[in-house]
Structures are given as C-alpha cells and as structure tokens.
C-alpha cells in the first residue's frame, strides 16, 4: 500500500516560514521524482516544486527564492522550506511521486497552509 502523509502546514504571518514534510511509504522512495502541489479554493491545482531521483530541483517562478524542496532518501521523506511567506501563497499543500518509466502517480491528502494577518 502507497501511502504519503503530509505534515507541518498551519497558519503564519506574511514574511513568516514553515517546513513542510511528506512521509512515503510502500514505493521505492529514491527512485521517483517528488513534487510538492497547490491548490488555492476557487483555483486550478499548482505545481509548485521537484526535486528529482538525482536531487535536481525546479520551482514554479512565484516561489523562486523563497522556497526550497529537499528529500532525504534514508527517511523517505521529501520536504519543502518556505520562506518570505505571502498571502498568495495560502492554499492546500500535496505531496507527489511521480514514476514516469512506470506511469505511477500517487498523491497524499494535502495539508493546509494559511498565511495570514
């Protein structure tokens, strides 16, 4: 069973930080490419960061330079530190593995990032 479990998202003041973590379970874990997904209410569902098998990472132009995704393989866990945190970037957080070659695509239930006055 494929399980991804994220955590660490709540509520925080414009210009605050939140490290967000995506515990995997049931895939290979170094092997597939890690996304972090974001989907505001009333929106279409953004892709946010990747960090692949190989560790290199993109990110969506709005989070450049405030956001940072890593993955640590011996706790199966991919992660995402955001910094300078603005009101636009309120949404639900998702974590995803991703397995092109294979055509897996599994996707945890997301948690909630508020960022607030």
């Known amino acids: 069973q494929v399980q991804l479990v994220e955590s660490g998202g709540g509520l925080v003041q414009p210009g605050g930080s939140l490290r967000l973590s995506c515990a995997a379970s049931?895939?290979?874990?170094?092997?597939?490419?890690m996304n972090w997904y974001r989907q505001a209410p009333g929106k279409q569902r953004e892709w946010v960061a990747t960090i692949t098998s190989s560790r290199l990472t993109n990110y969506v132009d709005s989070v450049k330079g405030r956001f940072t995704i890593s993955r640590d393989n011996a706790k199966n866990t991919v992660y995402l530190q955001m910094n300078s945190l603005k009101p636009e970037d309120t949404a639900v957080y998702y974590c995803?593995?991703?397995?092109?070659?294979?055509?897996?695509?599994?996707w945890g239930q997301g948690t909630q990032v508020t960022v607030s006055s």
């Open positions: 049931g895939i290979i874990f170094s092997i597939y490419t």
């Open positions: 995803n593995a991703a397995r092109a070659l294979t055509g897996n695509d599994f």
